[in-house]
T-cell receptor
Framework: ETGVTQSPTHLIKTRGQQVTLRCSSQ?????VSWYQQALGQGPQFIFQ???????GRGNFPPRFSGLQFPNYSSELNVNALELDDSALYLC??????????????FGPGTRLTVL | AQKVTQAQTEISVVEKEDVTLDCVYE???????LFWYKQPPSGELVFLIR??????QNEISGRYSWNFQKSTSSFNFTITASQVVDSAVYFC?????????????FGEGTQLTVNP
């Protein structure tokens, strides 16, 4: 069974640029959530996708957007990058819908640095 | 609104000591789930335990144990006979069935350092 994978591992961008982060969910999982973890803080929920539809969003501006594909992989897009967007971006997948019971399996994260 | 507080920012112990990590939560839902995750330096969050709001039994898994008390809204985590490999950041998290589905609200984390 393949776990959650994310690419790239590290990324350096400059302010104002756009970035796309990718996540492949664990086999059999149809729900993907994205979290932002700033240095020294706990992860913050960005949004969740279930069967290709956005299902819930945290307190993040519209320049954070996402997609989920038919194979349940997902992308996180961030436009007009700001210095505060520098963080570890974590993807988590879970099985069978959006019940809070379902355990989320996390990927290794993408470390984004905005200069 | 949901909130998780981990008041201990950093804890340092010597190997073989017992250590307890505190977690206090706030929620208005009657059905919710509490989690503990471990984050080693590699960055990946490792699931340790899930507990639902209707099950207040304490749980033990090897050197790990968890004490869930609804009366004080606490879900504390104890490591017995700590080892150097236990060094990591530990996060407590909450998800609410009615309000927020499976989204997790995390605390700020506790950095545990176990010295040889």
């Amino acid at each position: 069974e393949t776990g959650v994978t994310q690419s790239p591992t590290h990324l350096i961008k400059t302010r104002g640029q756009q970035v796309t982060l990718r996540c492949s969910s664990q086999s059999g999982h149809n729900t993907v959530s994205w979290y932002q973890q700033a240095l020294g803080q706990g992860p913050q929920f960005i949004f969740q996708y279930y069967r290709e539809e956005e299902n819930g969003r945290g307190n993040f501006p519209p320049r954070f957007s996402g997609l989920q594909f038919p194979n349940y992989s997902s992308e996180l897009n961030v436009n007009a990058l700001e210095l505060d967007d520098s963080a570890l971006y974590l993807c988590a997948s879970s099985q069978e819908g959006v019940s809070s019971y379902n355990e989320q399996f996390f990927g290794p994260g993408t470390r984004l640095t905005v200069l | 609104a949901q909130k998780v507080t981990q008041a201990q920012t950093e804890i340092s112990v010597v190997e073989k000591e017992d250590v307890t990590l505190d977690c206090v939560y706030e929620t208005r839902d009657t059905t919710y789930y509490l989690f503990w995750y471990k984050q080693p330096p590699s960055g990946e969050l490792v699931f340790l335990i899930r507990r639902n709001s209707f099950d207040e039994q304490n749980e033990i898994s090897g050197r790990y144990s968890w004490n869930f008390q609804k009366s004080t809204s606490s879900f504390n985590f104890t490591i017995t006979a700590s080892q150097v490999v236990d060094s990591a950041v530990y996060f407590c998290a909450l998800s609410e069935e009615e309000t927020s589905g499976s989204r997790l609200t995390f605390g700020e984390g506790t950095q545990l350092t176990v010295n040889p």
